[in-house]
């Protein structure tokens, strides 16, 4: 694989992955590598100081340049200056006061992306998408405003992306072949998590019934040509909907996720399984607080990033939690074709593209990515160009949009 630039895996994975958006315009080089040049290496605080300083840094070049005229010069770099504060968002959990600091930075993170949004052509329309009686915050893009209809692409985020991650890669890609794209928030995700406290659900189809249903209402989504695309977790939420809802044309997980709860389970000690499946919260609970009391900082940190979610109040509440996301007598219930991606050195769910591969039902494509081609790990953090080509490719001859 690439280069590592921290010992620290968490801030590793994020440098990478924001270094493989570089293509997309949400980051330089330079500031990507000099701001990490500066930061404490597993130093939750000097992460987020150091990724907030480039942040407000390049947004008060932004504003410079929008009051001077230079529209194109502010556009880009309120995309950066959203990057950077999302990368300063990843590490809030692990700092000495993530309360103060979560929602200043998610707002300076969509209050930088909102103002890029509105500069593009067309501009991108924020939209509210009905939802169990209240909505989902998301965004609508379109190539141009011509009405026809056109091939529309729903991006669906994964346990603790932010939207920057969507627009710069499969978004942009979308946008530059004629598709419509939407990007939301759903339950457990963003905003929808830090400004409504709404937790992840297992049953992803009620989430996704309603965003189709939304994009059916509007002239110019062509109705037999939705695709829906999932990162992350987002490979896990992705095929769980099409095993319910079938509308969509097509669907792409990025990385195949058949039981996420894997995850969470390969990491508990052997005595702690049999706690769990007994039901003996008090016992799980003490076993895992005393655990984590000598964690390293950084376990500390990804246990409570990844356990927020879920909207739970306890350790044995979370697992209990967690073993509900599972494709187990769904998979061969999809029928809508599948591209299912499978990177080399897959940390959280290894195995699990081919799993699901082999497990669903209709037509499907599985698609390798190799450390020999810099597209190794979870999600390809430094090949998003490559993948953007292939599962394009793959969606091109699936829907055979209008070019």
Not at 2 to 25: D, I, M, T
Not at 213 to 241: C, H, K, M, N
């Amino acid at each position: 694989m690439a280069r590592s630039f921290f010992a620290n895996e968490q801030f590793n994975f994020e440098l990478q992955l924001a270094l493989g958006q570089v293509a997309y315009g949400s980051g330089d080089v330079g500031e990507l590598l000099s701001t990490a040049e500066r930061i404490e290496d597993g130093n939750f605080d000097s992460w987020v100081a150091e990724w907030t300083a480039v942040g407000r840094r390049i947004e008060e070049i932004a504003e410079s340049c929008a009051a001077s005229g230079h529209a194109l010069s502010a556009r880009a770099a309120y995309l950066r200056s959203s990057q950077y504060y999302a990368l300063a968002l990843s590490a809030v959990d692990g700092t000495t006061d993530p309360e103060a600091l979560l929602l200043p930075t998610f707002r300076a993170h969509r209050r930088t992306f909102d103002a890029h949004v509105a500069r593009l052509s067309p501009v991108a329309e924020k939209v509210e998408i009905p939802y169990e009686g209240t909505t989902l915050p998301g965004y609508l893009f379109r190539p141009g405003w011509e009405p026809t209809q056109r091939p529309t692409l729903i991006l669906n985020n994964g346990s603790d992306g932010p939207v920057t991650a969507l627009w710069a890669g499969p978004g942009t890609g979308a946008v530059a072949r004629g598709y419509n794209v939407l990007i939301f928030d759903g339950p457990g995700q963003q905003s929808m998590l830090f400004e409504r406290n709404v937790p992840f659900r297992p049953d992803w189809e009620r989430v996704i019934t309603p965003v189709v249903d939304y994009l059916l209402g509007i002239s110019d989504v062509d109705p037999g040509r939705i695709a829906l695309y999932g990162i992350s977790q987002g490979g896990y939420w992705v095929p769980r909907a099409l095993a319910f809802e079938r509308r969509p044309a097509a669907g792409i997980a990025d990385p195949g996720v058949f039981d996420v709860s894997t995850a969470w389970l390969e990491r508990l000690p052997p005595e702690m399984l049999p706690l769990l499946e007994a039901g003996d919260k008090e016992n799980f609970d003490h076993f895992i607080e005393m655990g984590l009391r000598d964690a390293t900082p950084q376990d500390r940190q990804t246990m409570a990033w990844r356990a927020k979610p879920y909207g739970t109040s306890s350790p044995f509440d979370t697992f209990t939690a967690v073993r509900q996301y599972t494709l187990h007598g769904l998979a061969d219930r999809i029928t809508t074709p599948l591209l299912i991606t499978d990177p080399e050195g897959e940390k959280f769910w290894p195995g699990q593209p081919k799993r699901l591969y082999h497990a669903v039902g209709g037509p499907k494509k599985l698609v390798g990515f190799t450390a020999a081609e810099g597209a190794a790990g979870h999600c390809e953090p430094m090949a998003r160009t490559l993948l953007e080509q292939r599962m394009f490719d793959w969606l091109d001859e699936t829907l055979s949009p209008t070019r």
